[in-house]
């Protein structure tokens, strides 16, 4: 695969999620151009594989309490 066609992480400040309610986390990352956004309960088990674009958001009561990318 060309380099150039990997796609890269919106430039965003993932820590400004924490605390948001989902729902307004949601929107506001796919606004700001994340291609891929998936809510977990925390300390979910998830597969380790990156993904350019995707920002994962754990889950407490309908509040963001971790964000990270891939």
């Given at each position: 695969?060309?380099?150039?066609?990997?796609?890269?992480?919106?430039?965003?400040?993932?820590?400004?999620?924490?605390?948001?309610?989902?729902?307004?986390?949601?929107?506001?990352?796919?606004?700001?151009?994340?291609?891929?956004?998936?809510r977990?309960?925390?300390?979910?088990?998830?597969?380790?594989?990156?993904?350019?674009g995707?920002?994962?958001?754990?889950?407490?009561?309908?509040?963001?309490?971790?964000?990270?990318?891939?």
């Amino acid at each position: 695969m060309d380099r150039n066609s990997i796609p890269e992480n919106p430039a965003d400040d993932t820590e400004a999620y924490v605390g948001q309610p989902v729902a307004e986390a949601e929107e506001r990352a796919r606004d700001r151009g994340w291609t891929t956004v998936r809510r977990l309960p925390p300390n979910a088990v998830v597969t380790m594989e990156f993904l350019a674009g995707r920002i994962n958001f754990a889950v407490t009561d309908g509040e963001v309490v971790r964000c990270w990318t891939g």
